[in-house]
């Protein structure tokens, strides 16, 4: 599972690979906070020994603005000015761009209609600047938002925010990619906000990777805000079509240019391979270790420490999903207690059988949970459905509790890097 949580509303939405995080590996929450909260501690001294470390590298470059001003450009619309600095900053472009300042910019970038409950960010946050409006065209509020950043160029952050997540972990009606004339990536996406479809909110989004890494994120929904308000509409006001014209407005390229560069860090910094254990080598030693009637009819993961495949036994498909990671001894005290059993070897195991937490109807998980003595954990949980976020499909996943710990206690695991 991914261990990090971010609290922000851009980090939340980076592309698709934090949009399939959020529907990943999440095994009892008692557990997890405990090691995730471990997890995030070492994670980040790893950050900053490092040049790029994935969305907190991407929260640290160097953030600024632009004015964006009506109807200046060749085409009536708008060009982007900057605006005096206000930070006192030293930064590679001047200006600056206050929250409003988006705001006002997105706002005509919309359709005719009324707005309120603006939110935003300037770029003198420590944080990615964002803007958000309520647009109301007459049919309902609508909660739109916009988010700006850079990506380092051709790099596979920026191949990950333009790509459709995994359907088996964020069930969604459309997903369309596509390359525009200027090399620039496009995603068009229409899902849901909760994955489960327990409050039926959807959630439409454009994300847009230029060459020059320019990476522009739109996102609509059919109410008033992201979470916990009531839906005011049946689907959300920009068509897809609309949605393509706004992220790929000029004006948001202009204000990303001139975000002011770090000058703590490098002109170009090297990509950094993701820390951890290979995701493709976790999903294929699972596989191997599975029983003989359990056919594997679909798989999928993450780049490093997690992997997820649903078998089917005859029986109806169970999704079973497994999580590797190295290091984790800070916090076995914590994971386990006095009553984990404790193997020959040293390596302590326990395990659970609970209610599923993704709001699958009459979902159970069933799950081992383990930790050798060098303090690698290995964690695996089935599911009786196909999927976290559908209905049980089967009265009991198609893995036992024992075979589960079978598996996690293998030494196979040992194997692995």
């Known amino acids: 599972m991914p261990v990090e949580d971010t609290e922000e509303h851009f980090e939340d939405r980076l592309g698709a690979a934090l949009r399939q995080a959020g529907g990943t590996y999440e095994t009892d929450r008692r557990t997890l906070i405990t090691a995730g909260e471990a997890r995030g501690r070492r994670l980040l001294v790893r950050r900053k020994a490092s040049v790029l470390g994935g969305v907190a590298g991407i929260a640290l470059v160097g953030l600024g603005g632009a004015l964006l001003l009506p109807g200046d450009g060749e085409d009536g619309r708008r060009t982007v000015v900057a605006s005096p600095a206000a930070s006192g900053k030293t930064s590679a472009q001047p200006g600056t761009v206050s929250g409003d300042e988006l705001v006002r910019t997105l706002q005509e970038l919309l359709p005719e209609g009324e707005f309120s409950g603006q939110q935003s960010r300037g770029t003198d946050s420590e944080l990615p600047p964002y803007a958000l409006t309520v647009y109301d065209d007459g049919q309902g509020k609508a909660a739109v938002s916009v988010s700006l950043s850079r990506i380092p160029p051709g790099s596979e952050l920026g191949l990950q925010a333009v790509a459709c997540p995994d359907k088996v972990l964020t069930p969604y009606d459309s997903c369309v990619t596509s390359q525009l004339p200027d090399g620039s990536a496009l995603m068009l996406f229409q899902g849901y906000e909760y994955p489960d479809r327990r409050v039926d909110t959807k959630r439409w989004s454009a994300e847009l990777v230029t060459p020059q890494g320019q990476h522009v994120s739109v996102t609509e929904w059919n109410a008033a805000a992201e979470k916990d308000a009531p839906i005011s509409r049946p689907e959300p006001p920009l068509s897809t079509a609309q949605l393509k014209t706004v992220v790929t407005d000029t ?22 391979p993701p820390a951890g254990i290979d995701g493709s080598a976790i999903r294929s030693t699972l596989v191997s270790l599975l029983p003989e009637d359990a056919e594997v009819v679909s798989e999928g993961g993450q780049d490093t420490e997690y992997a997820y495949i649903v078998v089917d036994d005859g029986e109806g498909k169970s999704f079973v999903q497994i999580n590797v990671q190295p290091d984790m001894s800070d916090v076995e005290g914590q994971l386990f207690g006095a009553d984990a059993e404790t193997l020959p070897d040293g390596t302590k195991v326990t395990t659970r059988q609970g209610p599923g937490e993704k709001g699958g109807a009459g979902v159970v998980m069933w799950t081992a949970d383990t930790i050798r003595t060098d303090g690698r954990r290995v964690v695996i949980s089935a599911f009786n459905s196909g999927s976290q976020n559908e209905a049980a499909t089967r009265d009991t996943p198609a893995l036992t509790i024992e075979e589960l710990k079978g598996i996690a206690t293998s030494a196979k695991w040992i194997e692995l890097g």
């Open 251 to 272: 004006a948001w390229r202009t204000a990303i240019d001139a975000i002011p560069e770090d000058p703590t860090k490098p002109a170009t910094t090297p990509e950094q």
